[in-house]
């Protein structure tokens, strides 16, 4: 008896786990294979073009992501190259030259075949110098045609007049057009396509019918119906909005935000670590500047930059502007960048001390708790940096305090963008100024523009007809000895080198690398947000929403 | 007879001298405010700065191309005699911001902030009126108290803070735009009423026993009319004004966030241009308001 009814309550507890796990399993099917629902976030700021090719702005590069299919993407969580409209590519030992074979049967939105003459099509129109665009300047790193050959029904070469450093991983910013069909630029091989554009007010995305990809269970991606993109400049709106429930992700949260939030719901925000974004220093070492001869003598020492990077206390920067959620820069890139950071470079130490014992060796003296130079000036001067940018703000008050421990009276100004940026690139009316540098690309030969003397973004001195330094003149090597080689290991080794000049000489005075903080909805399943942009929405084919 | 119909041609002579006044007026106008502000965004700083000049991606052709592209409005006379050439033949420029034809932006723009303006026009009026009514039938000192505090209060809150609080409240822009021309047009229409309603004709009338309404159609509102008709004019000038902060801070998508993002942007042909517009739209309704009122009272006299 009790055997049997041992037996019994055996089988009524398997047939409850049988239908306990049928329940589960169904909704744990229904998860993995919700589909349908709407995506609502904003852009900040209207989308200048549809064109991929044309895309100098965040919100048409949004856009440009999630409507464009790419013969390469780079995978924002791993930071390595992968497959996708090419289903190989192969770069020549002289990096002129790089070959794709394409995948077949796969189509535009509006049902038009893709071809190799597409990718011909779209090579040829992005190269075009009139274009003037930061995605085809890219690829420009010599004047001459660029040829494209087209070898076989689905395979085709692309030859440039010179060697492309990190060539196939410029293809990710590349979106292929279609050259015959008769909706242009608005054809797109991407996930989602532009359904509806209200100027001003927001963007329509709906899903791609005839796009290639399937999940692993064999599903047609992407898995939602259509994203909704806002057209929001205003901050304060957007998290309002997130708030209420009207939006269903925030891209990038500043550190302020990040905590009200995290105070409220701390499941909706992700802290993804150091970002590639720095913020920085730097002096006006410019000789045509309208700035007295002496300071400018001050602002091209290395010893007068070392001890103001020494003097400036980076942890306080980090706990008190951003709350914790940045990290201390040691150089040009931050160690988010996996591969091309130099892991032997160390942030300066803050030690006033040291600041004054290097000053010291310059001339430089303490009077009455005034720093005076060999001649008896008053080391006095100008941070300027934008108006309306808090955290900037606050890090040059925060500079100003350090600074005048040491001595140095530091007078805070702020400007409004387009004035800030007449007296960088054009008066050079300043002495030292506070802004960001935004990395959207993990490969060093992006910053040529930055590094190189004769460069127009060499801030701190540019556009220089030969190297005024020595050490100038070795970045200037070194940068292009790694833009002309194919060999990953020796382009490191020069921009390791290129990373230590920068931290002992301290043209930028690197100050913090930003956290990436983003805020997703408990709405959205299967979010992963990441260090690289777009943060949040970078795995947007496999995104779902659940509750609309 | 013959000296009514004299009378009444002298009226209609001067009437319409007066509307060709007005229209020459406007026409100056809208003329000298388009080079005015022309001339004061060219020389404001920045003007020939473009951010993407920023970009470590663009090569130094690039850089060149947007400098000299920058460079093109240097000779302000020059850009605004051509401006007004093209203008005539339906062609107002391109937005050097949003690289968008700026007919084009004015167009999809215009509707929202008319609905914007039209609704908090409406509602600021109709709630001022309605006050200033009630203060001047009722005559409480406490009433009059209490809705002078509340204008007061109004008019002391910068418009910028009366969009922050519809945005934090989630209320419509045209609230925020009400709040703000509200208190401006109380006060007068209170003054006003108060004014006439203590006239001895009005208190005869009053004790004789005629209806209120009678009162206020007959005898109050033939009476402020034209002087009305002039506050409304006023009134849009400072919706206009206030369109500007509530657009842009509660995101909405209308001619005062795109006035607001050119100037950020020192984006020269679409200042130009809304400058020449919302000078053309204050100066039409302040002129109708002053020909509407001098008909009034030419009727009235």
Redesign the interface.
Known sequence: MKHRNGNFITLAALRDAFAVAIVCAGIMTGLATAQGGQLRFCLHN?P??FNPLQV?DDAAASIRYLTGGVLIRLNRQTQQLEPELAESWKVSEDGREISFRLRSGIAFSDGTPFTTEDVAYTVQQLMD?AL????G??F?SANGKVETKVVSPSQISILFPAEVAGLDRLFDQVAILSQNSPKKEMAVLGPFMVADY????SVLLQRNPNYWKRDEQGRRLPYLDSILLN????R??EM?QFK?GELDLINTLDSEYFDKLASASPQLVHDAGPSLDSEQLWFNEVAKAPIPVYKRDWFRSANFRRAISEAINREDLSRIVYHGHAQPAMGPFSPANKFWFDAALKPPAYSPDKALQALAADGFRLENGTLKDRAGNAVEFSIITNAGNKARERMAVLIQDDLQKIGIHVNVVT????????RM??SFDYEAIILGLTNVDLDPN?????WLSS???HQWNPQQKTPETPWEAEIDRLMRAQASSGDANKRKAAFDRVQEIVVDQQPFIFLINKNALSAVSTRVHGAAPVILSPQTFWNAERLTVSGN | MFWLKAQRENKMHSLHRKIAGHLLALLATVLFGGLLSATLVRL????????????????????H??EGARHRDDNILYFYFSYLIRAGHGDLGNSSA???PVR??LR??LPLTVRLLGIGLGLSWLLASMLALSAAWLRLSIYDAMTTIVSGGLLCLPAAVLA?LS??W?LPGSIAIALIVFPHTYRYAHNLLVKIYSRPHILAARARGLSEVRILFRHVVPVVMPQMFALAGVSVSMAIGAAIPVE????L??IG??AW?AA???DLPLLVNITILVTLVTLLANSSADVIGSMLRGQEA
Not at chain 1, 415 to 422: Q, V
């Open positions: 209207e200048k073009t100098d110098p003037h665009s930061p995605t300047d890219s420009r209200k100027p001003g007010a057209i929001q400049p205003n304060d709106v309002l209420r400007l409004d963008f387009p004035s800030l940026i007449e690139t054009q992006e910053e040529m523009n930055v460069a127009a973004n | 404001a700083p920045g003007f020939d700065a473009d951010e993407r000049v920023l970009d470590p991606h663009l090569n130094a052709a690039s850089t191309a947007l949003l690289g968008q084009a932006l999809e723009r922050l945005v934090l989630n842009a801070l509660c995101g998508p209308g966030a795109l993002q950020l942007a020192r």
